[in-house]
């Protein structure tokens, strides 16, 4: 390779870096799209609303969040994946996002090769949760009649492989218990267990603290890895003897995989600085959410685990995969 040839390809380089981070520099020029593959309403939608508003008023630019749900959350989260990488399409996604690529081997997209961590934004503690009045006033209770009536006993979820459905069956499989999964949209399993129609639902505080705190829900345990700040009283399912049932239920932030990096970091220093916010972290606070940050590395590598981890929860619960 010749010298002129070699400094022409060094020059090059160089002028596509400079234009890499002035894009970065300039981003956001426009309004950027936040895709939650999840209802209204939902965790992720919660979160993904409070942490846009005040990105939105940080950069200048709109962050319009859009509900895509539907197919377990893969209808959204494809077209994050297959969206123009250039840092104004975003995926916030629950915990969820790392189920599917096990029950729905068939998607369009790959979930590590075709897109990308930004950070967790928060973990969500859960509750298992019953409706009062139901003579089922303590886990051991709940365990007992799962035991005795193996065939009777019924949980509802946000739908099958949810977030909250396998936290609910992580702590099915480690009581020794059998119960009938009955799948809702959304929170409507919460309704369900108030109205009386199914016995019990793993719920995200982040949804369903009011109806604890109004007595519409009795809380048995935490089914998170610890005690929440919001239930400091309420002991985990661990405490109260069931191992290996705790289950982490998190939002988190995306890109398409070839949003260019300095794009990536930009945005991650001001989530990070929109989650410190007093404003956004104490409304975050008073719903039981906890932030959780991870660079973006970092988190990519624990999507890894997770998938992994999953696998055999999936397989344990006996939970249907979808064909290719």
């Not at 930004?118 to 003579?135: D, S």
Request: charged share 15%; with cysteine.
């Amino acid at each position: 390779m010749s010298r002129l040839v070699a400094r022409c390809i060094v020059g090059a380089a160089g002028v596509a870096l400079a234009t890499t981070a002035a894009v970065a520099q300039n981003w956001p020029a426009k309004p950027v799209h936040v895709i939650v593959p999840l209802t209204a309403g939902s965790s992720a939608d919660v979160i993904a609303r409070r942490v846009a508003q005040r990105l939105s008023e940080q950069l200048g630019q709109p962050f319009i969040v859009e509900n895509k749900p539907g197919a377990a959350g893969t209808i959204g989260v494809a077209a994050a994946a297959h969206a123009k990488p250039d840092g104004y399409t975003l995926l916030v996604h629950s915990s969820s996002y790392t189920i599917t690529p096990i029950t729905y081997p068939g998607a369009p997209y790959d979930t590590l090769r075709d897109l990308a961590g930004v950070t967790p934004l928060t973990l969500l503690p859960q509750a298992v949760v019953v409706a009062p009045g139901r003579g089922i006033e303590s886990l051991g209770d709940l365990i007992a009649r799962g035991k005795a009536k193996p065939d009777a006993l019924t949980f509802g979820s946000a739908g099958v492989g949810t977030a909250t459905h396998l936290s609910a069956e992580r702590f099915r499989v480690a009581a020794g218990i059998d119960a009938l999964h009955v799948p809702f949209k959304g929170a409507e399993a919460v309704s369900e267990v108030i109205a009386g129609r199914i016995d019990f639902t793993v719920c995200p505080l982040i949804v369903c603290l009011p109806m604890i705190k109004d007595k519409r829900l009795v809380p048995l345990a935490m089914s998170s890895g610890q005690r929440s700040a919001r239930l400091p009283g309420l002991p985990t399912t661990l405490e109260l003897g069931v191992p290996n049932s705790n289950y982490d239920f998190w939002v988190g932030l995306f890109v398409p995989a070839q949003t260019p990096r300095d794009i990536v970091a930009k945005l991650h220093k001001e989530t990070v600085k929109a989650l410190a916010d007093p404003a956004v972290k104490e409304s975050l606070t008073n719903v039981g959410a906890e932030q959780n940050l991870l660079e973006p590395a970092a988190f990519d590598q624990a999507i890894a685990r997770e998938i992994a981890s999953n696998t055999g929860l999936v397989k344990a619960a006996g939970i249907q995969v979808n064909p290719k």
